[in-house]
């Protein structure tokens, strides 16, 4: 299978602190779950490898960390970024308004080719809390933003029961091949 090309595609998630992005990123690679929570310092990456259809694919997912005094991140941490995922808590009203910031921050830092195409996804996390009904983010509220941003794919997930985590993250991954 030498004939196939590898391609390494660069994903950063992005997202206030405690909405789950290190969990969803455990429970994509490594099939684990915690309850604990231990604060993202700076950055690191996971890899997984997937094939679609043809290509082989490397995912480099960046985690990041929501807590600002964890934050170091320079230009160069962004630069050559293939997709951006937002994660953002359905049960906190305050991870999603900072989405707009979230959104902002990543186009200014990495400052893609074409702002307006580069591609973005949505995850709203933790749809199992309390059956979902201690959510405050309705699930079309979450779609009028992704809509306001230039139609940005949306997914409601739950890294705790695997719920829909899969499916976002081979969609990140078409995201990133095709905008590669
Ligand atoms: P920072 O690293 O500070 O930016 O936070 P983070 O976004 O990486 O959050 P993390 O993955 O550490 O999760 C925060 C807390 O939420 C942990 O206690 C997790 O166990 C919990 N958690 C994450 N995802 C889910 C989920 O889908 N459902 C439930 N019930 N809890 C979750
Ligand atoms: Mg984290």
Redo the contacts with the bound molecule.
Sequence with gaps: MSSRRRTLLKVIVL??????????M?QYVHKK????????IGADFVTKELQIEDRLVTLQIW?????ER?QSLGVAFYRGADCCIL?YDVNVRKSFDTLDNWHEEFLNQASPTDPKTFPFILLG?????DGGNSRVVSDKKAREWCASKGNIPYFE?????DYNVDAAFLCVAKLALAND
């Excluded at 996390?125 to 809390?129: A, E, F, H, L, R």
């Excluded at 997930?157 to 029961?161: L, R, Y």
Aim: glycine share 12%; no cysteine; proline share 0%.
């Design positions: 997202g206030d602190s405690g909405v789950g992005k290190t969990s969803l455990n779950f915690s309850q604990q929570y231990k604060a993202t985690d990041t960390a929501g807590q964890f994660v996390n933790k749809v199992d809390i997930t739950s890294a705790k029961e």
